[in-house]
C-alpha cells in the first residue's frame, strides 16, 4: 500500500482530536473512494453520450438561466 500526506488546517486537526476513536486514515480512504467510484461512474455515462462539448455547454447555459430564474423567484417571493 502506497502512503499518502494530506495537509488539514489547524481547526480541523483539533476537531479531529475531539473524536481520537475514529480512524481518520480509513475515513480519508473512503472519502476518496467514494469520488473515484463517483468520477468513474460519470465517465461510463459520458463515454457512451453522443453529446458533442457544444451540446453540453449550451445544456449547461439553459439550466444555469433556468436556475436563475428560480432562484430569482424565490428572492422576490421572500421580498413580498
Do not use: C, P, Y
Amino acid at each position: 500500500m502506497v502512503s499518502m500526506t494530506l495537509s488539514i488546517s489547524d481547526e480541523m486537526r483539533k476537531r479531529m482530536r475531539k473524536h481520537s476513536q475514529i480512524r481518520w486514515s480509513e475515513v480519508a480512504r473512503a472519502a476518496i473512494k467514494q469520488q473515484l467510484d463517483d468520477i468513474e461512474e460519470l465517465d461510463k455515462i459520458a463515454s457512451k453520450s453522443r453529446l458533442s462539448e457544444q451540446d453540453v455547454k449550451e445544456i449547461a447555459g439553459m439550466v444555469d438561466k433556468e436556475l436563475l430564474g428560480h432562484f430569482e423567484g424565490l428572492a422576490n417571493a421572500a421580498r413580498d
